[in-house]
């Protein structure tokens, strides 16, 4: 069974900070792997996606990964109180463009104004 | 992105009822997710829907408890059947897009209380 290992939290950051959320995954072959936000009581919604190793940006936000270390983390800039919810990864169960998702239990993040 | 709509957005049921949540789509797509969301926790997935063949549930969830229809390519029905307290939840339909490869998108959720 593939699995998604994130540190649940919660993560607290003071505003204005990087805050650092890692994700670690067991399946070698894994090719594509995505950050969703989650704020409480509503749906998860994607905020980055990567494939390659190294760093992709957007925005505040920057999506790293290591293939070779199985290991893709999310930093986000200039943290905002707005930022506050919890961030899974996730990433597909086999090679192929329509497998299924495997999502980490999340990492609830916390903002300090 | 896509558009995905689910009906009810809430609803507060008696033990022993059954709940039929409505899944719609603004695209086609070949693949239809049903995920349970438990207070406090993370998404667990309940059943993959594809259009034209059964339902496939993941481990510990069964056809008889959650019977999914997918009648055509935009539109997906769970059924909550004989319900428990242990059934409140937020369930949740989810789709893969032609065309984005993998990625998933979430619809915004039924939250449901059994009494």
């Known amino acids: 069974q593939k699995e998604v290992e994130q540190n649940s939290g919660p993560l607290s950051v003071p505003e204005g900070a990087i805050a650092s959320l890692n994700c670690t995954y067991s399946d070698r072959v894994s090719q594509s792997f995505f950050w969703y936000r989650q704020y409480s009581g509503k749906s998860p919604e994607l905020i980055m996606s990567i494939y390659s190793n190294g760093d992709k940006e957007d925005g505040r936000f920057t999506a790293q990964l290591n293939k070779a270390s199985q290991y893709v983390s999310l930093l986000i800039r200039d943290s905002q109180p707005s930022d506050s919810a919890t961030y899974l990864c996730a990433v597909p169960s086999g090679r192929y463009g329509d497998d299924k998702i495997i999502f980490g239990k999340g990492t609830r993040l916390h903002i300090l104004p | 992105s896509a558009v995905i709509s689910q009906k009810p957005s809430r609803d507060i049921c008696q033990r022993g009822t059954s709940l039929t949540i409505q899944c719609q789509v603004d695209s086609q797509v070949t693949m239809m997710f049903w995920y349970r969301q438990q207070p406090g926790q993370s998404l667990t997935l309940i059943a993959t829907?594809?259009?034209?063949?059964?339902?496939?549930?993941e481990s510990g969830f069964v056809i008889d408890k959650f019977p999914i229809s997918r009648p055509n390519l935009t539109f997906s029905t769970l059924t909550v059947s004989n319900m428990s307290p242990e059934d409140s939840s937020i369930y949740l339909c989810?789709?893969?897009?032609?065309?984005?490869?993998?990625?998933?998108?979430f619809g915004p959720g039924t939250r449901l209380l059994v009494l």
């Open positions: 989810s789709v893969i897009l032609g065309g984005e490869g993998e990625t998933q998108y």
């Open positions: 829907a594809n259009q034209g063949s059964e339902a496939t549930y």
